[in-house]
């Protein structure tokens, strides 16, 4: 099955400073890959998402990028602010059902 | 649209008693996952229901854990004879044509504690 690996699992940036999450996968049908933001206490929430057929997307501070042959896959956002702070998870979709990453804790310091 | 809806959304349960967690899909979505997520930790998938069917089920356990999708009303994740660690967060998702094509929208959990 698939297998996704995500790092850094912890990540602490100043406010105004850039934030990158990197996720490799195993299997090469996942074509779908997700982000979910995760606050405290409550649900994961889509942000943003990239499919196998693009190599990156963009939507205001959160852009991905996708590289197929390496099988890697990663999240930017800038001009990090302290309400960005959360536990980011990475996914693929292999199997009609997202596997996720481990996830990454980002604190954004004032 | 509601949204995935979950309840409930804490469940208290002792040592050997049953727990049902249930899941109500997003209007039109015929497709819900079940995961597990323990405290600090990742989403671990357990199930994978279309109306009906289990299409996927490598993630639960064999024993104790079952989950249904009826054709009429809610998803049902049950736990027997709970135990202590089986105390979690369990979210399902809905999707309406699984997420090869499509995302999918997560519930707000069901927070269960053994005592």
């Known amino acids: 099955g698939e297998n996704v690996e995500q790092h850094p699992s912890t990540l602490s940036v100043q406010e105004g400073d850039s934030a990158v999450i990197k996720c490799t996968y195993s299997?090469?049908?996942?074509?779908?890959f997700p982000w979910y933001k995760q606050e405290l206490g409550k649900r994961p929430q889509l942000i943003i998402d990239?499919?196998?057929?693009?190599g990156e997307k963009k939507d205001q501070r959160i852009a991905v990028t996708l590289n197929k042959t390496a099988k890697h896959f990663s999240l930017h956002i800038t001009e990090t602010q302290p309400e960005d702070s959360a536990v980011y998870f990475c996914?693929?979709?292999?199997?009609?059902?997202?596997?996720f990453g481990g996830g990454t804790r980002l604190m954004v310091k004032p | 649209n509601a949204g995935v809806m979950q309840n409930p959304r804490h469940l208290v349960r002792r040592r050997g008693q049953e727990a049902r967690l249930r899941c109500s899909p997003m209007?039109?979505?015929?497709?819900v996952y079940w995961y597990r997520q323990l405290p600090e930790e990742g989403l671990k998938f357990m199930v994978y229901?279309?109306?009906?069917?289990?299409?996927?089920e490598s993630g639960m356990p064999k024993e104790r854990f079952s989950a249904e999708f009826p054709k009429e009303g809610p998803s049902i994740l049950r736990i027997q004879q709970v135990v202590r660690g089986d105390s979690a967060a369990y979210f399902c998702?809905?999707?309406?044509?699984?997420?090869?094509?499509?995302?999918?929208?997560f519930g707000q959990g069901t927070r269960l504690t053994v005592v």
């Open positions: 998702a809905s999707s309406p044509l699984g997420t090869a094509n499509t995302e999918a929208f």
């Open positions: 299997d090469s049908a996942s074509n779908y």
């Open positions: 990239i499919r196998s057929n693009v």
């Open positions: 996914a693929g979709n292999a199997g009609n059902m997202l596997t």
């Open positions: 209007k039109g979505h015929s497709h």
């Open positions: 229901l279309q109306k009906e069917n289990i299409i996927d």
